[in-house]
C-alpha cells in the first residue's frame, strides 16, 4: 500500500560503491518492514536484506553478507543500501519492497514494490 521510488543506481568500476534510496509515501512509514531485492537478465529475482521496524534487526543474503549494508531514517522516510566491493555479479535491477510480516526473504512476503533501479558493475 505504500508507495516506493528507488534511486541512486547507475554504472560502476568492480571495487567500487553506490548508495542506494528508496524514498516511502505516508506517515505509516515507520510501521513497515523493508527489503532490498535484485533481479539480473534472465534470472530470478533474489533476496538481498531486509531491515526491521526500528532498523535494529537485519537480515542479509550471503551473497552480499559483509559488503552491503542496510539502513532507515525513519524521521525521512527513507531506506538505504550502501553497496561496498562491488562486483560484476553484483549487476542487477535492485528492488524495495515493503512488508507488514515479521519474517520472511521470498518476494511474495512483500506487499508493496518500487520501481526499481539499475546497477550496473563493470569488470
Known amino acids: 500500500q505504500v508507495q516506493l521510488v528507488e534511486s541512486g543506481g547507475g554504472l560502476v568500476q568492480a571495487g567500487g560503491s553506490l548508495r542506494l534510496s528508496c524514498a516511502a509515501s505516508?506517515?505509516?512509514?515507520?510501521?513497515?518492514?523493508m527489503g532490498w531485492f535484485r533481479q539480473a537478465p534472465g534470472k530470478e529475482r533474489e533476496f538481498v536484506a531486509r531491515i526491521g521496524r526500528r532498523g535494529i534487526i537485519l537480515v542479509y543474503a550471503d551473497s552480499v553478507k559483509g559488503r552491503f549494508t542496510v539502513s532507515r531514517d525513519n524521521a525521512k522516510n527513507t531506506v538505504y543500501l550502501q553497496m561496498n566491493s562491488l562486483k560484476p555479479g553484483d549487476t542487477a535491477v535492485y528492488y524495495c519492497?515493503?512488508?507488514?510480516?515479521?519474517?520472511?526473504?521470498?518476494?511474495?512476503?512483500?506487499?508493496?514494490w518500487g520501481q526499481g533501479t539499475q546497477v550496473t558493475v563493470s569488470s
Open positions: 505516508g506517515r505509516a512509514f515507520s510501521t513497515y518492514r
Open positions: 519492497a515493503a512488508t507488514s510480516r515479521s519474517s520472511g526473504t521470498s518476494w511474495d512476503d512483500f506487499s508493496s
